[in-house]
């Protein structure tokens, strides 16, 4: 859709020869500007002969296997124009409420 979505989105990091790390995320945007995401956890997906076997995984393992946060999501994409926008207004309020005099 143009004017908004949700869904979710994996990211993936290959941690040996037949195994990687899967992170997922779920995701809502309003004209692809005004994105929030967040996580939705973790999968290990393990290569077999009859394709890649997914198993979920607890959060914490999911950190361990993970420590240089190669599946975490760019702050864009995690918070997309949300971010500047409330910076703004925080910064709008401060000095509104103090003012140089």
């Known amino acids: 859709m143009i ?5 979710r989105r ?5 941690l040996d020869p037949g195994r990687t790390l899967v992170r997922l995320w779920a995701y809502f945007h ?8 967040w996580p939705k956890g973790y999968l290990l997906a393990t290569a077999t ?3 890649w076997a997914q198993q979920p ?6 950190r361990a296997l993970d420590p240089d946060g190669r ?16 910076l703004i207004f925080v910064s709008v309020v401060v000095a509104t409420m103090f ?3």
Request: proline share 9%; glycine share 14%; charged share 20%.
């Open 49 to 51: 002969e009859a394709g």
């Open 10 to 14: 994996p990211k993936t990091a290959d």
């Open 57 to 62: 995984i607890p959060d914490e393992d999911g």
């Open 71 to 86: 599946t975490d999501v760019h702050w864009w994409w995690r918070f997309g124009l949300l971010l500047p926008v409330t």
């Open 99 to 101: 003012p140089e005099g």
């Open 3 to 7: 004017f908004f979505g949700w869904g």
């Open 30 to 37: 309003l004209f692809w500007l005004f994105r929030i995401s």
